[in-house]
């Protein structure tokens, strides 16, 4: 018999799928056993892969952290081990830029076991109370935060996805060059634009994740709408939780939806395991078309085939979860992957939600910010 084991996230979104595979499979493969851990939502972010690598022979990863993987060679090229038309279907099928996200270097380092971007959320029932319709603008989102009805996740990771948001959707990407993380004229109006949601927000959300704020929104009768989080179909599925949500695309900014930033999970073979046969082959079967489809979706995970999101069995269960979020994550922004990125991610949303909660200088906080990403594009280098 031979052990692999996993590490994953703490949700049953992170856990349940892939408990639900490693037992199929082991079912399959009886000379193989393969148990998952999982860790919080902030130190699946935060945990470095390389340390992870050396006591786990499969991992669930945030894509930011692909380049760092394949820099320091801790996790396995996939495109290498997995056959040519495998890889192939997992490209054609990938949902938005997913498949992309764990390309470093021509090869791919992570298969694309689970996509997600923000998308907003609604407890119609509220709503409907109210006699409120689901914000369709950015300006019906106003109107509803000034209610004292909106929520979204203020913690500092989350804040600086959401300032990313806010810079695509005002026509802008952040880092298309390597002086500035965006221009000083769109970085000055996306931060303000920021603020002033983030000033009609109950302040408690500035603690929150997103499955913490979906947690309030049903389990409380405060919070009728979630403008941008990153989606969790969990919540969308009867019975889960004591109340219901509902998800959208995002409102539209200037005549046109707002593009959030690509969030999803790989799941990555460590280079240290003594397994690496029986590690691929259980990669190779969890991200299998079929597999997505049922037995990884079934058990509250959050696919990242697209086939998976194109099935209408799984739309039935979850209120069109899939369906009505999709075009979202097709037009979600790719942050960058770079092996030193992860330094500005872990400072720079401390910045962005010091200035949501405190206001301030945006110029000063917009330095603050490129002064962070040149610290991280010489950690690339090191």
Known sequence: MKLLKGITWNHTRGLLPMTATAQRFTELNPEIEITWEKRSLQEFADASIEDLAKRF???????PWTGFGAHTKAILPLSDYLPADYIQDQEINTVGKSYGSYVFSNKLWALPIDAATPV???????????GIEVPQTYDDLLALAK???AA??????DVLMSFYMFCCSLGEAP???EEKVISPQKGKEALQMFRELAQLIDPENFNRNPIQVYEAMVNSDEIAYCPFAYGYSNYSRAGYSKNLLHFYDLVKLNNAPMISSLGG???????????IPEAIRYAEFTGSSHTQQH?????????GHLQ?????RLNSITNNYFKNTLPALQRAFLRPRYSGHMHFQDHAGDVVRNYLINGGNEDLVLEEMNALYAESLKLQHS
């Open 57 to 63: 022979d499969l991992l669930v990863i945030d894509h």
């Open 120 to 130: 907003a959320a609604a407890r119609l029932d509220i709503l409907e109370k109210k």
């Open 147 to 149: 209610k004292g009805l």
């Open 152 to 157: 979204f996740a203020g913690i500092p990771v």
């Open 175 to 177: 880092f298309q060059t």
């Open 265 to 275: 999970t790989g799941l990555a073979v460590s280079s240290f395991s003594k397994h």
């Open 295 to 303: 037995i990884f979706a079934d058990n509250g995970g959050q696919p």
């Open 308 to 312: 998976a999101w194109k099935n209408e």
